[in-house]
């Protein structure tokens, strides 16, 4: 039921008309215009209810308009309103939207059209999606509902809790796909009076009425109850049967692709113990914001508004079933639900032939203009995907190329491994390594070789003051012309010249001039304090000795 204001009910309440407008494209026409106004909805079959449906609304409207004004598949959207003698007005309320299907004029100029609402949007393959498949089955509803163009009825998504796992339905029409969802459930698809894709129930009973029929009808007629609902059963494409509980009572079967036996017992905690009371009223006169899938009292007994056809006149009667209805999508060209059974069959057997010959290329590919388009191609040779005109990925016999950004969190490349979204690399060459990405971390001296820094490496071959810590020098042997023989000066302790003579004639060499000696001492014996200022040699075998003069600084 929609939800309608306390004055829309205080006029429902007594003596009231209806008045009806249709909104084409934009321009709304009257009772001045319209001649007549009907509309037809259902939810689930004939004879008894079938489950796992996504029938569509239909309209028929008469009224006097220019044809030429009217663009093709234009929008026809009929509202209600109530009046009562007071001429007090009720808000408009919503009763579909729906788009021109047929048209013709009449030589009195009544221009007559036919249409249906946007279930038949649902009619192809889906042309894009942006879920990760498998995806949950809400989210899917919800998708394709976006690709119609509507939104998803608060009712359906506290109804669809089970989040079952559908796979990317590639071989399915996005209609297909919905009553397959729908058959887990126990429901049907429809769009509603407030343009929302809508899942209908069969089970979905309230405890008490929305609308109840009592007189106000030409006739009403009853069919026995079915028997309480003990067992129902979920069958597959290839035959594949769950069922779960009993056959004592009314077992309840629907078909679906993705049955599983958890999706088998889920049904059956929602259906056991459900009974089904067919009924059918012609000409009630029902509240007009009365929805597919409202409560019915009726002879005192609950049951269930499933099929409703309503003739907009001032009386807004309608014909209402449970279920009594066939589907109203007859003149738009499509194809049954057992021809593309069929069809798919034969197009997996051929699809393998084709394989095990090798000698016919598939090919499957989307055509469009929006943000979405994408294609993809397989033959014998290759297989590439597309988006926007750009191939994204090409594969054949020397590899994969993608032209893009690949994203992942593990996996392997080569040699390599992805962990936590790290790239792990076991080995590595790398020609060129800028200085500048090493920012962080120590470069361990076990990755230094031996002798393996020399001077020209260092930016000027030079140990400026200050470049060598205490101790830096001890024990180690410093090389010929390391050292400048002028102005250098030691103070602290000289121990490492030990009493070898070479050594100290090497000393001797490498202080001349105006070398200074402060405080020094030769294995801990203080030797020299002052300044050297001698020039005296003395050649002993072949050497040249200097001699010491000192004086004090």
Not at 92 to 104: M, N, Q, V
Not at 460 to 466: I, K, P, Q, R, V
Request: contains cysteine; glycine residues 10%.
């Amino acid at each position: 039921m929609q939800t309608t204001s306390a004055l829309y009910q205080s006029i429902l309440a007594g003596d009231h008309r209806v008045e009806v407008k249709v909104n084409i494209n934009g321009v709304d026409y009257g009772i001045d215009k319209i001649t007549s106004v009907q509309t037809s909805r259902a939810a689930f079959g004939t004879g008894r209810p079938v489950l796992g449906l996504a029938s569509a609304g239909e309209i028929s409207l008469s009224l006097y308009a220019e044809s030429g004004l009217i663009p093709r598949m234009a929008e026809m959207k009929p509202y209600v309103r109530l009046v009562n003698e007071s001429r007090q007005q009720s808000e408009w309320i919503p009763k579909g939207t729906f788009y021109i299907d047929t048209r013709k004029t009449d030589s009195n100029g009544l221009l007559e059209l036919t249409g249906f609402d946007a279930m038949l949007k649902a009619e192809r393959t889906q042309p894009w999606s942006e879920l990760s498949w498998p995806a949950r089955d809400i989210d899917a509803v919800g998708e394709i509902a976006e690709i119609m163009g509507l939104t998803v009825d608060a009712k359906t998504t506290s109804l669809m809790t089970s989040a079952f796992s559908i796979p990317m339905p590639v071989n399915y029409t996005m209609r297909e796909t919905l009553q397959y969802i729908a058959a887990l459930y126990g429901g049907s698809f429809i769009v509603s009076d407030r343009n929302t894709l809508q899942l209908v129930c069969l089970w979905d009973r309230a405890a008490s009425a929305d609308v109840t029929i009592g007189t106000s009808c030409r006739r009403l007629s009853n069919a026995p109850a079915l028997a309480a609902c003990t067992g129902v059963k979920l069958v597959k494409e290839d035959g594949t049967e769950y069922t779960a509980g009993t056959t004592s009572g009314y077992v309840y079967e629907a078909k679906s692709p993705w049955a599983t036996q958890a999706a088998a017992n889920a049904l059956l905690a929602r259906m056991s113990g459900f009974v089904y009371r067919p009924f059918a009223a012609e000409g009630a006169i029902i509240n007009p914001a009365a929805e597919i899938g409202d409560t019915i009292s009726e002879n005192n007994l609950l049951s269930s508004l499933f099929s409703c056809d309503i003739n907009f006149d001032s009386m807004c009667a309608a014909n209402i079933e449970a279920p009594g209805y066939e589907e109203l999508d007859h003149e738009y060209p499509y194809e049954s639900s057992e021809n593309r059974v069929f069809n798919r069959k034969m197009n997996n057997f051929q699809s393998e032939l084709t394989l095990q010959a090798q000698a016919i290329a598939a090919k499957v590919s989307r055509v469009g203009g929006d943000a979405h388009t994408f294609g993809w191609y397989l033959d014998a040779d290759h297989f590439s995907l597309a988006s926007n005109g750009q191939t994204v990925m090409y594969v054949d016999d020397e590899g994969l190329t993608v032209n893009g950004t690949v994203n992942a969190t593990a996996g392997n490349i080569g040699g390599c491994t992805i962990q936590n979204g790290t790239l792990h690399v076991e080995n590595a060459n790398i020609d060129n390594l800028n200085a500048g990405k090493i920012t962080s971390g120590t470069l361990p001296t076990g990755r230094i070789g031996l002798q393996s820094i020399t001077g020209a490496k260092i930016a000027d071959e030079t140990l400026a003051s200050g470049h060598l810590i205490d101790g830096a020098a001890v024990n180690r042997v410093i090389g010929n012309s390391a050292v400048s023989y002028s102005k250098t000066s030691f103070q602290g302790t000289l121990d490492q010249v030990g009493t070898n003579t070479a050594n100290i004639d090497t000393l001797y060499g490498y202080f001349t001039g105006s070398a200074h000696f402060q405080n020094c001492q030769i294995d801990g014996i203080f030797m020299f304090a002052g300044k050297y200022i001698g020039t005296t040699t003395k050649t002993v075998d072949g050497r040249t000795l200097y001699y010491l003069e000192w004086r004090d600084p």
